[in-house]
């Protein structure tokens, strides 16, 4: 069976940093750091994120904890693809332009972006 990528909202995306940040979490844990929700939103979010499958509840014990079903990496992989078939046509070449046309990018990232490339032809010829 095939696993559908669900597209978290910027909010499930807040709530899934901390828990990428600071490992599993409870809904009170999760709140204290994010703040600006009141409790039951969080705990709303965090209960539609798990019938998502974007978190994992663990319900072992009186208070449940909750970790991120994939890890950082993935999910931002699965969101970059997204947005390349959405926004660019399919097309890397035009993301990668545009990010870097759209800020200022410090020497040292566009060094490490010239040596991923480097890389990725190397592997290509």
Same mark, same amino acid.
């Given at each position: +069976?095939? %696993?559908?990528? %669900?597209?978290?909202?910027?909010?499930? #995306?807040?709530?899934?940093?901390?828990?990428?940040?600071? @490992?599993?979490?409870?809904?009170?844990?999760?709140?204290? =750091?994010?703040?600006?929700?009141?409790?039951?939103?969080?705990?709303?979010? +965090?209960?539609?994120?798990?019938?998502?499958?974007?978190?994992?509840?663990?319900?072992?014990?009186?208070?449940?904890?909750?970790?991120?079903?994939?890890?950082? /990496?993935?999910?931002?992989?699965?969101? =970059?693809?997204? #947005?390349?078939?959405?926004?660019? @046509?399919?097309? /890397?070449?035009? #993301? =990668?332009?545009? /990010?870097?046309?759209?800020?200022?990018?410090? /020497?040292?990232? #566009?060094?490490? =972006?010239?040596?991923?490339?480097?890389?990725?032809?190397? %592997?290509?010829?």
């Amino acid at each position: +069976m095939v %696993k559908v990528f %669900k597209q978290p909202t910027d909010r499930e #995306l807040d709530i899934l940093r901390t828990l990428w940040e600071r @490992g599993s979490c409870t809904v009170r844990q999760v709140h204290e =750091v994010m703040g600006d929700t009141g409790y039951t939103t969080t705990l709303k979010l +965090m209960q539609i994120m798990s019938e998502k499958g974007l978190v994992v509840r663990d319900e072992s014990q009186r208070t449940h904890i909750y970790r991120p079903a994939e890890d950082e /990496a993935h999910t931002q992989g699965q969101l =970059v693809g997204h #947005l390349i078939d959405k926004a660019f @046509g399919g097309s /890397a070449k035009k #993301l =990668v332009i545009q /990010a870097l046309a759209a800020n200022k990018v410090p /020497a040292d990232e #566009l060094e490490r =972006v010239k040596k991923m490339l480097e890389k990725i032809e190397g %592997k290509e010829k």
